[in-house]
């Protein structure tokens, strides 16, 4: 049976509409974890580490597609909630053309730049060539992307969330295949790495730009539309907790793997890039829920259905609480067999990671109600609040314990940071969420 945005969601249904969004973004994690995978164990940990330290600056400048997404889809949606198809649809249209437009700049501006920054980040030698060789390959893929991560929320909004988690499968699957095609088979090493993520990304924003861009049976189409700089603006505001959330973790890994460089060398590099693919894959059911029910509270929020916006809010913080003891216990458990798999070809490095992940897994107990909290305000239409969030989260307290909690644990304190960065978020989400609740009566 269809769920509707405008349906009463109980725990089941609300569930079932968003496990395709989770699921979708469990596989857009698989972008670099399959790349790190195979390259680990058939290039060698150099090109690993390579790979590990570039990745974070093409997320960086792949952060404007999640911000217009998830900006845009709580704008749509709620012209959706207030009755208004037609302006959803523009609304809609002008978004996904600003996003491909904002795509062929970064591209050009990555390509342009990419060399300065990677030296600036403190890649020697070899290192240097395989940042660029991997790097370059991917960013020419880059506005594919961007209009991938768009999708992600719109899929939703247009009430077909099993239409965005197939295409990420089929990308997904793309990725899988042509990695172990290219590495395994053929041997190209890491250009054949970037060769499967770049031509999996191009088929994950084609097939829904193909779709929307036809006559279809969801509320959503691409049309004909003007740049409508008052709608533009209230998207960038409230997306500003994506793209806060999405530069800030590109920001903050680049200065974690400058703290390993320095404390354990490319080793160091190579294992935060292990904790950092187990760190992708479960907070991508964090990021998963909260796009799928981001839709759901814009749509009531702009129906002023009060009652149902509490109901969510409860609802959501429940599930979380229970997802994020789930992933912490999991995370602690498969420590050591996933570090086998992907660094178990060197023992000091397998113990190495192994503890890092272990003491990494507890940031999972609060990482899931941050996440939710800055999505929350988003769908309220709120960027300033959910901004607050992110930048907090995300920008300061983690920068501040990475720099500090070295200084007294060495290695032990990089891996500590991120969860002592958690919990300080946690009391900020949790004052905010008080401070609004007479003013949305949640």
């Not at 006559?215 to 998207?235: C, D, F, M, Y």
């Not at 897994?361 to 300033?384: I, K, R, Y």
Request: charged share 10%; proline share 3%.
């Amino acid at each position: 049976m269809r769920i509707r945005l405008s349906d009463h969601f109980t725990y089941s249904k609300l569930l079932r509409f968003v496990t395709p969004s989770v699921t979708m973004m469990i596989f857009t994690s698989i972008y670099s974890v399959v790349d790190g995978l195979f390259v680990s164990n058939f290039v060698g940990k150099g090109p690993f580490a390579a790979l590990n330290l570039v990745y974070p600056v093409i997320m960086g400048f792949a952060a404007l597609g999640f911000m217009l997404g998830t900006g845009g889809s709580a704008i749509v949606s709620k012209t959706m909630g207030e009755g208004e198809p037609e302006n959803a649809n523009r609304y809609f249209s002008m978004l996904v053309y600003v996003t491909i437009a904002a795509g062929l700049i970064v591209t050009a501006l990555g390509e342009l730049f990419l060399r300065p920054i990677v030296l600036f980040l403190g890649a020697e030698g070899a290192m240097v060539g395989d940042c660029l060789l991997y790097g370059r390959i991917v960013l020419a893929a880059q506005t594919a992307f961007m209009v991938q991560n768009v999708f992600q929320s719109f899929c939703v909004t247009a009430e077909r969330p099993k239409l965005g988690l197939s295409i990420m499968v089929a990308a997904g699957m793309t990725n899988m295949v042509l990695d172990f095609a290219f590495v395994a088979v053929f041997q190209w090493g890491l250009a054949g790495a970037a060769l499967a993520t770049a031509f999996s990304q191009a088929a994950g924003g084609l097939i829904p730009l193909l779709y929307f861009s036809r006559p279809n049976e969801s509320p959503l189409r691409l049309r004909p539309a003007r740049l409508e700089w008052r709608v533009l603006g209230q998207a960038c505001s409230n997306g500003s907790s994506e793209l806060m959330t999405n530069l800030s973790n590109s920001v903050v890994n680049i200065l974690y793997n400058f703290q390993l460089l320095r404390l354990a060398g490319e080793d160091g590099v190579a294992a935060y890039g292990v904790i950092m693919y187990v760190n992708f894959v479960f907070n991508a059911i964090f990021f998963g829920y909260a796009i799928g029910s981001g839709p759901v509270i814009a749509f009531h929020y702009g129906a002023e259905d009060h009652g149902e916006l509490k109901s969510l809010l409860h609802k959501s913080l429940v599930l979380t609480a229970a997802a994020g003891a789930a992933m912490t216990a999991s995370g602690a458990a498969l420590a050591y067999p996933l570090s086998a798999v992907f660094v178990g070809y060197d023992p000091q490095l397998m113990a190495m990671t192994s503890r890092g992940m272990l003491l990494y897994a507890f940031s999972f107990l609060f990482a899931g109600f941050n996440v939710f909290s800055s999505a929350f305000f988003t769908a309220l239409n709120n960027g300033a609040v959910s901004a607050s969030i992110s930048f907090l989260r995300t920008l300061l307290f983690q920068t501040a314990a990475v720099l500090l909690l070295p200084i007294l644990w060495k290695l032990d304190g990089v891996w500590l940071s991120i969860t002592a960065a958690e919990l300080l978020a946690l009391g900020v989400s949790a004052l905010c969420l008080v401070w609004k609740r007479k003013q949305y009566h949640y």
